[in-house]
């Protein structure tokens, strides 16, 4: 069983990929999408609700894209999970049953889950990151606001 649905797990990397490559210009999303043989669309929809998070920032113009809207060690894995999560609710009505019973439950336990990984920061992803040869490794005070 996978605790994070696709979509959670592309917002995290997807926000990693911009911390790993900003430098100093904006990630386009066809340049994310290639880097990571997504489907450019889906994406978009996922960098769009980061954006109106607070976690990235769109810049527009030929050489736009995405950068962080914060310092890595100001953006948190469960912030970015649960943005991810609220863009993928759907809309469908559910059983009387799983909403009653089943849903609580299940809630309970992504919060607790959620609460965790509220300790983990971007930054740290992104020191994983580097350890493991992503990117190039840059101080934690290279970011413009």
Do not use: N, W
Not at 72 to 100: H, K, M, N, T, Y
Request: aromatic share 4%; charged share 30%.
């Amino acid at each position: 069983m996978k605790l994070l649905p696709r979509p959670a797990r592309f917002a995290l990397m997807a926000a990693l990929d911009v911390a790993l490559h900003a430098r100093g210009r904006p990630v386009s999303s066809k340049e994310l999408a290639a880097r990571h043989d997504l489907p450019p669309r889906r994406l978009e929809t996922l960098l769009q609700a980061l954006v109106r998070a607070g976690i990235l920032k769109s810049v527009r113009g030929p050489a736009g894209g995405y950068e962080l809207a914060r310092e890595r060690r100001r953006l948190c894995v469960g912030e970015i999970v649960r943005v991810a999560l609220r863009a993928e609710e759907d809309e469908d009505q559910s059983p009387a049953l799983l909403v009653a019973v089943l849903e609580p439950l299940i809630a309970e336990t992504e919060e607790e889950a959620l609460s965790r990984l509220d300790d983990i920061t971007l930054e740290d992803l992104y020191a994983r990151a580097i350890a493991k040869g992503f990117g190039e490794k840059q101080p934690a005070s290279d970011f413009d606001i």
